[in-house]
């Protein structure tokens, strides 16, 4: 089982600048890929960015250069630094984890419990 543990939301102005941070534990070997994925009030959750062991990311169509994940292998931490929030950017935003071979995932996937992140007008 792998835990994940978010932090760094919270209520920004519009323009402004949030960093969220997951952290893993127990078994980080079983993954190799992190992320962040949001879910607004009324619509699907969707894919915000996730990055590979290897520092392979992959975006969301809306983020268009706002946004930028890395991790911190040692540390078994994936952090999203984005920048220029939007209103449209108010969501709940949830870490996760899994193994990628390739294009597929393999084993299990893990979500974090979710953070909020209110970007007021």
């Known amino acids: 089982q792998v835990q994940l543990v978010e932090s760094g939301g919270g209520l920004v102005q519009v323009g402004g600048s949030l960093r969220l941070s997951c952290a893993a534990s127990?078994?980080?070997?079983?993954?190799?890929?992190m992320g962040w994925y949001r879910q607004a009030p009324g619509k699907q959750r969707e894919l915000v960015a996730d990055i590979i062991s290897d520092g392979s990311t992959n975006y969301g169509d809306f983020v268009k250069g706002r946004f930028t994940i890395s991790r911190d292998n040692a540390k078994d931490t994936v952090y999203l630094q984005m920048n220029s929030l939007k209103p449209e950017d108010t969501a709940v935003y949830f870490c996760?984890?899994?193994?990628?071979?390739?294009?597929?995932?393999?084993?299990?996937?893990?979500w974090g419990q979710g953070t909020q992140v209110t970007v007021s007008s």
């Open positions: 996760n984890a899994y193994f990628r071979l390739g294009s597929l995932r393999i084993g299990n996937i893990y």
């Open positions: 127990g078994s980080s070997s079983s993954i190799n890929t």
